[in-house]
Nanobody, 127 residues
Framework: VQLQASGGGLVQAGGSLRLSCTRS????????LGWFRQAPGKEREFVAS????????ATADSVKGRFTISRDNAKNTMYLQMNSLKPEDTAIYYC?????????????????????WGQGTQVTVSS
């Protein structure tokens, strides 16, 4: 499973970006999906996750109310809408996929639960 994250860039504090994660030519519908990020000198951390159906989601407290995860299985794409960005959101953002038999109840926060990872996209928020 090859995932590709895109949509990162440089934005001023308070601005917005939308990240996308796609799997070229193949379906993502059999996977729970997640976003993680890693800032320089820090460990990778959970941002948000979504079940196969898209019905269930989880969001880290640090981004709750500002970031929204969604997916479009028909387009084999997951999104992360990021609003009210802060300098502390600066990081490389990675998308990941976890094989799942559950459509609605599996959307893990732990990186170890994910089988496949994209290459990452840089998000830089200037103050």
């Amino acid at each position: 499973v090859q995932l590709q994250a895109s949509g990162g860039g440089l934005v001023q504090a308070g601005g917005s970006l939308r990240l996308s994660c796609t799997r070229s030519g193949r379906t993502l519908s059999g996977y729970a999906l997640g976003w993680f990020r890693q800032a320089p000198g820090k460990e990778r951390e959970f941002v948000a996750s979504i079940s196969r159906s898209g019905v269930s989601t989880a969001t880290a407290d640090s981004v709750k109310g500002r970031f929204t995860i969604s997916r479009d299985n028909a387009k084999n794409t997951m999104y992360l809408q990021m609003n009210s960005l802060k300098p502390e959101d600066t990081a490389i953002y990675y998308c990941a996929a976890a094989s799942s038999a559950s459509e609605n109840f599996y959307y893990p926060r732990e990186s170890a639960q994910y089988n496949y990872w994209g290459q990452g996209t840089q998000v830089t928020v200037s103050s």
